[in-house]
């Protein structure tokens, strides 16, 4: 079943704020909660992540019917990409050194810019890409 894509991009722009905040303070306490999010979000799909339900009961309601649609596999794909850039910015902020847990954060931070204000998501286009090798690959 396909998926409104103004839930990902909301979560985008929440995320793009929580690691700017980490960025600017350096919090691995904030940087543990996204890591959280995108584990839910890649464990059960992005309409299980925090941000996906906050959207869905505060902001949906809000907004006209859905008028685009996306598959949910791409947008899960970009969960587990951001979980991974989350988990090794966690390692760095944690443990050390810190410019590896400041640049993967601000990879994540990046593409989840793209995301939210571009509609630009760097872990779909991933996603497509792997599916297209696959396939011609095997």
Same mark, same amino acid.
């Given at each position: ?8 991009? #909301?979560?985008?722009?929440? %995320? ?34 925090? *941000?996906?339900?906050?959207?869905? %009961? ?8 859905? %008028?685009? #649609? ?34 993967? %954060?601000? &990879? ?9 204000? #571009?509609? *630009? &998501?760097?872990?779909?286009?991933? *996603? ?8 011609? #690959?095997?």
């Amino acid at each position: 079943m396909d998926i409104d894509v103004r839930g990902p991009r #909301f979560g985008a722009a929440v %995320t793009t704020l929580v690691l700017a905040l980490v960025l600017v303070t350096g919090s691995a306490w904030l940087l543990a909660w996204q890591t959280l999010c995108f584990a839910l979000g890649a464990a059960g799909g992005v309409g299980r992540s925090p *941000y996906a339900w906050l959207f869905r %009961t505060a902001v949906r309601p809000r907004l006209g019917p859905p %008028t685009e #649609f996306e598959a949910p596999q791409p947008p899960r794909f970009a969960q587990f990409v951001g979980l991974v850039f989350a988990l090794v910015g966690l390692v760095g902020l944690v443990w050390g050194p810190g410019w590896l847990g400041l640049g993967a %954060t601000a &990879c994540a931070l990046a593409a989840a810019f793209l995301n939210s204000v #571009f509609g *630009y &998501c760097l872990g779909c286009e991933m *996603y497509l890409l792997l599916r297209r090798g696959a396939a011609r #690959f095997g």
